[in-house]
């Protein structure tokens, strides 16, 4: 099959876009017969010069009538490969679909008018390029005739506009002179500038590279859903989703993210017919494991060492269509994948109007229709992939209640302050020597699964109490509950390391409650020892286990936010251990699962 690449072609009002297309048309040969000499012809009849973006127009004018090529996507083709060029960009619809997703350039050609020289424009769209993650790019600049082709007005604009291009991080492939209209080095050489050994603007395009097949990529499989076998006894859960990169086979390890959860492909399951030996990316697959673990939809499957990023911080290129802006202090559902997210915008990098085309760094919100480089901040942390290397899990929409106010592509993961936590515990997870009891066989046998709850506030709220009450009511009821004092595990785990390394200890901690949850118990923890706010390290050390944080403080308070449960301080620890249960009931953590 003949590769396809979808290339875009971008400059300022005039500077030659519609006549390079028209040649590109012309000297390719996909006009069909005759068409060229027909529009000259009836330009003669109508008395008016010739035009190349004319050939434009006549394809329009046969789409109407129901034939062959769509205006907006028109087709060249060489000896290489076909390309398809989408029009109109800077126009607010192209950056929508290329956000979106439902467009996608893998190159694009700069155009540059030689007389007029670098125009503001001229760097708005290298912008604009730079914003979409467009990195193969080719600057032409054209109207060389009207320079007498001379080479050093060519010169002075490559030195210009290659500095500026690099400030926004775009290494152009080629500058290459031209003239649209004569036609010098579009599809061939060109006599009025010998001076020139470079390629001409198909060879060009032709040198760009393809991106790898998704099927090349590594494995990414967004779960959609989980089902489970119908028949009794039978414990066994087909995960589902659409293999959106890389592939797939019985046998094959498999990592979870961002739970770090892991296990080994068991079947691949067909609702009809055979199961397929292998799925490959674009195909829906159903997937049985061979220890039971408990994924959701939302986490993203792949092979053990080649997984996603996981973290909190995003950097991203969003397009708002949004009636309301996008602005600090309020929060958005983040959908990416399967999965959704609560998400605040952090900080605003730098912002483009799409309908003006100007940049602005000091703006404080995204309105409708801005183009915005910035860093989104998530609650829980996300799995995802920086568009560049994997798309299906780079791109992302924004919904503002219940609207999707806009879309965007994550760019990188800026690190958060538990990256390196983060990355600590995913390698425990994979390495992690597992026996030969699973967790759920585990929790069947216990009656219940594994838990953590911190009890969190000020001193003197009576958080000990509470914890103590809490361990006791629930042993009573038959549920393996431990109460971890943190003040245990700095006698004997942290005896050789200083009071005051605060990381250590948190981090110390954090194993030790790892292990007891490993175990299959529900540990109760106050955070005398660790101190206030380290809950968040802990829920990244403890991860995939559920964390139940109980604040005991008043309302609206800052740390109330983090909380899964808050509670009146110095209440009677029976009435706070009957809500504790009642939540842990709720969240299913307790007896069933
Ligand atoms: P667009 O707005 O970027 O699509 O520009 P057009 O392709 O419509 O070109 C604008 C004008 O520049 C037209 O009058 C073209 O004939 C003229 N033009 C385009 N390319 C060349 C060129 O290489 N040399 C000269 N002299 N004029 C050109």
Same mark, same amino acid.
């Given at each position: 099959m003949r590769e396809t690449m979808q290339i875009v072609i971008v400059g300022h009002v005039d500077h030659g876009k519609s006549t390079l297309v028209g040649r590109l048309l012309a000297d390719t040969g996909v006009l069909g017969e005759g068409k060229l000499e027909k529009v000259q012809a009836t330009c003669r009849r109508q008395g008016k010069q010739f035009e190349y973006a004319f050939l434009l127009d006549a394809l329009e004018a046969e789409q109407d009538q129901g034939i062959t090529i769509d205006a907006a996507r028109v087709f060249f083709r060489t000896d290489e490969r076909d390309y398809i060029i989408i029009d109109a960009p800077g126009h607010i619809e192209f950056l929508? &679909? !290329?956000?979106? %997703? +439902? +467009? #996608?350039? /893998?190159? +694009?050609? @700069? =155009?540059?008018? +030689?007389? /007029?020289?670098?125009? /503001?424009? $001229? #760097?708005?769209?290298?912008? @604009? =390029? $730079? !914003? =979409? %993650?467009?990195?193969?790019?080719?600057?032409?600049? &054209?109207k060389m005739d009207l320079v007498d082709y001379d080479r050093e007005v060519f010169d002075r604009i490559v030195g210009e506009y290659r500095a500026f291009l690099e400030e926004v991080g775009i290494r152009p492939h080629c500058f290459i002179p031209i003239s649209a209209r004569e036609g010098d080095l579009v599809a061939g050489p060109s006599a009025a500038m010998p001076w020139y050994d470079g390629p001409d603007v198909l060879a060009a395009v032709d040198a760009f590279g393809k991106a790898p097949s998704r099927g090349q990529l590594p494995l990414r499989m967004p779960v959609q859903d989980v089902y489970k076998w119908n028949a009794r006894g039978d414990d066994r859960r087909i995960v589902a989703g659409r293999v959106e990169a890389g592939r797939l086979r019985v046998g094959d390890r498999v990592l979870f993210s961002p739970s770090n959860k892991t296990s080994t492909i068991a079947s691949l399951e067909a609702f009809a017919g055979q199961p397929p030996a292998e799925v490959e990316a674009g195909t829906s697959a159903g997937v049985t494991l061979t220890e039971q673990i408990y994924v959701e939809r939302g986490e993203i499957m792949s092979h053990l060492r080649e997984g996603p990023e996981v973290g909190t911080r995003l950097r991203a290129n969003v397009f708002w269509l949004g009636k309301l802006p996008l602005e600090p202090g309020r929060s958005y559902k983040l959908k990416l994948g399967t999965s959704q997210t609560e998400v605040r915008l952090e900080e605003i990098v730098r912002v483009l109007d799409a309908s003006e085309l100007g940049t602005s760094v000091t703006k404080k919100r995204v309105d409708r229709h801005d183009v915005a480089d910035l860093v989104l901040r998530t609650r829980t942390p996300v799995a995802f992939d920086p568009t560049e290397r994997i798309e299906a899990t780079g791109r992302f929409v924004i919904v503002d209640g219940y609207d999707i106010a806009g879309g965007g592509i994550v760019r990188a993961l800026v690190p958060d302050e538990h990256q390196q936590l983060r990355l600590e515990s995913r390698i425990r997870d994979i390495e992690w020597v597992r026996g030969d009891v699973g967790h759920e066989q585990r929790a069947r046998m216990l009656g219940h699964p594994a838990s953590l709850v911190m009890v969190t506030g000020e001193a003197g709220v009576g958080k000990a109490a509470v914890a103590r009450a809490l361990e006791r009511r629930l042993c009573e009821e038959g549920v393996h509950a431990y109460l971890l004092d943190g003040k245990n595990v700095v006698l004997g785990v942290d005896a050789d390391i200083a009071l005051d390394d605060r990381e250590g200890l948190v981090r110390r901690f954090g194993e030790v409650a790892h292990l007891f949850l490993d175990a299959g118990l529900v540990v109760v923890s106050t955070t005398n020892v660790i101190g206030l706010g380290d809950h968040r390290t802990l829920r990244t050390l403890v991860s995939p286990f559920p964390m139940l944080v109980v604040h005991l403080g008043p309302e609206g308070a800052a740390e109330d936010e983090e909380a899964d449960l808050r509670l009146d301080p110095g209440g009677e620890p029976a009435v706070a251990v009957d809500q504790i249960v009642r939540a842990l009931a709720e969240r299913s953590r307790l007896r069933s699962h």
């Amino acid at each position: 099959m003949r590769e396809t690449m979808q290339i875009v072609i971008v400059g300022h009002v005039d500077h030659g876009k519609s006549t390079l297309v028209g040649r590109l048309l012309a000297d390719t040969g996909v006009l069909g017969e005759g068409k060229l000499e027909k529009v000259q012809a009836t330009c003669r009849r109508q008395g008016k010069q010739f035009e190349y973006a004319f050939l434009l127009d006549a394809l329009e004018a046969e789409q109407d009538q129901g034939i062959t090529i769509d205006a907006a996507r028109v087709f060249f083709r060489t000896d290489e490969r076909d390309y398809i060029i989408i029009d109109a960009p800077g126009h607010i619809e192209f950056l929508k &679909n !290329m956000v979106t %997703g +439902a +467009a #996608r350039a /893998e190159a +694009a050609v @700069l =155009l540059i008018d +030689a007389k /007029e020289g670098v125009r /503001e424009n $001229s #760097r708005r769209h290298g912008y @604009l =390029l $730079s !914003m =979409l %993650g467009i990195r193969q790019v080719a600057v032409v600049v &054209n109207k060389m005739d009207l320079v007498d082709y001379d080479r050093e007005v060519f010169d002075r604009i490559v030195g210009e506009y290659r500095a500026f291009l690099e400030e926004v991080g775009i290494r152009p492939h080629c500058f290459i002179p031209i003239s649209a209209r004569e036609g010098d080095l579009v599809a061939g050489p060109s006599a009025a500038m010998p001076w020139y050994d470079g390629p001409d603007v198909l060879a060009a395009v032709d040198a760009f590279g393809k991106a790898p097949s998704r099927g090349q990529l590594p494995l990414r499989m967004p779960v959609q859903d989980v089902y489970k076998w119908n028949a009794r006894g039978d414990d066994r859960r087909i995960v589902a989703g659409r293999v959106e990169a890389g592939r797939l086979r019985v046998g094959d390890r498999v990592l979870f993210s961002p739970s770090n959860k892991t296990s080994t492909i068991a079947s691949l399951e067909a609702f009809a017919g055979q199961p397929p030996a292998e799925v490959e990316a674009g195909t829906s697959a159903g997937v049985t494991l061979t220890e039971q673990i408990y994924v959701e939809r939302g986490e993203i499957m792949s092979h053990l060492r080649e997984g996603p990023e996981v973290g909190t911080r995003l950097r991203a290129n969003v397009f708002w269509l949004g009636k309301l802006p996008l602005e600090p202090g309020r929060s958005y559902k983040l959908k990416l994948g399967t999965s959704q997210t609560e998400v605040r915008l952090e900080e605003i990098v730098r912002v483009l109007d799409a309908s003006e085309l100007g940049t602005s760094v000091t703006k404080k919100r995204v309105d409708r229709h801005d183009v915005a480089d910035l860093v989104l901040r998530t609650r829980t942390p996300v799995a995802f992939d920086p568009t560049e290397r994997i798309e299906a899990t780079g791109r992302f929409v924004i919904v503002d209640g219940y609207d999707i106010a806009g879309g965007g592509i994550v760019r990188a993961l800026v690190p958060d302050e538990h990256q390196q936590l983060r990355l600590e515990s995913r390698i425990r997870d994979i390495e992690w020597v597992r026996g030969d009891v699973g967790h759920e066989q585990r929790a069947r046998m216990l009656g219940h699964p594994a838990s953590l709850v911190m009890v969190t506030g000020e001193a003197g709220v009576g958080k000990a109490a509470v914890a103590r009450a809490l361990e006791r009511r629930l042993c009573e009821e038959g549920v393996h509950a431990y109460l971890l004092d943190g003040k245990n595990v700095v006698l004997g785990v942290d005896a050789d390391i200083a009071l005051d390394d605060r990381e250590g200890l948190v981090r110390r901690f954090g194993e030790v409650a790892h292990l007891f949850l490993d175990a299959g118990l529900v540990v109760v923890s106050t955070t005398n020892v660790i101190g206030l706010g380290d809950h968040r390290t802990l829920r990244t050390l403890v991860s995939p286990f559920p964390m139940l944080v109980v604040h005991l403080g008043p309302e609206g308070a800052a740390e109330d936010e983090e909380a899964d449960l808050r509670l009146d301080p110095g209440g009677e620890p029976a009435v706070a251990v009957d809500q504790i249960v009642r939540a842990l009931a709720e969240r299913s953590r307790l007896r069933s699962h």
